[in-house]
T-cell receptor, first 114, second 112 residues
């Protein structure tokens, strides 16, 4: 079946511009995570959505970062006024439900801020 | 919060040899420990996991061991093959929590 998809696969932008990254989770998965992976580093938790509950935003690094999940499915991560340190791979993962720990990751969006 | 440390950062082994990657965690409330394999240009993929009520779990050539007292867990790959070459990440999570805490990854190279 279809896995987690992310778009775009690559994004190059200029410092100060806004970017939107999209994640399509596996159909029926109620839990959705966003992570940031910097070069040579582990995965840094950004935000977690579970069904209709308020998202856990505790990992967002600054108020330039925001995310929403419409209709409990597709999610968009927005970075405003991008900085060079925002350059990284942004990964999305979904799981069937809270308490079901198996996460399925998308291929990621590689963001480069010039 | 939780702090997960992973060693080594790089590992090279001859094909057919075993590879061992170790992780330590700081929060004794963590009770779920997955391992992920990430190939170049792809997202991480779960390869094996273990919960704190179990000391060891095996799946063909892959095994994971957990020492709750010492707060460390390890990934063991036997009879390594070139296709095992990838970056491996460990993680820790509390069942009641939302966050997974990841190690910094181990780049494994299996030399044919």
């Amino acid at each position: 079946g279809a896995g987690v998809s992310q778009s775009p696969s690559n994004k190059v932008t200029e410092k100060g511009k806004d970017v939107e990254l999209r994640c399509d989770p596996i159909s029926g998965h109620t839990a959705l995570y966003w992570y940031r992976q910097s070069l040579g580093q582990g995965l840094e938790f950004l935000i977690y959505f579970q069904g209709n509950s308020a998202p856990d935003k505790s990992g967002l690094p600054s108020d330039r970062f925001s995310a929403e999940r419409t209709g409990g499915s597709v999610s968009t991560l927005t970075i405003q006024r991008t900085q060079q340190e925002d350059s990284a791979v942004y990964l999305c993962a979904s799981s069937l439900q809270r308490g079901e720990e198996t996460q399925y990751f998308g291929p990621g969006t590689r963001l480069l801020v010039l | 919060g939780e702090n997960v440390e992973q060693h080594p950062s790089t590992l090279s082994v001859q094909e057919g040899d075993s590879a061992v990657i170790k992780c330590t965690y700081s929060d004794s409330a963590s009770n779920y420990f997955p391992w992920y394999k990430q190939e170049l240009g792809k997202g991480p993929q779960l390869i094996i996991d273990i919960r704190s009520n179990v000391g060891e779990k095996k799946d063909q050539r892959i095994a994971v061991t957990l020492n709750k007292t010492a707060k460390h867990f390890s990934l063991h790959i036997t009879e390594t093959q070139p296709e095992d070459s990838a970056v491996y990440f460990c993680a820790a999570k509390k069942v009641a929590g939302n966050q997974f805490y990841f190690g910094t990854g181990t780049s494994l190279t299996v030399i044919p």
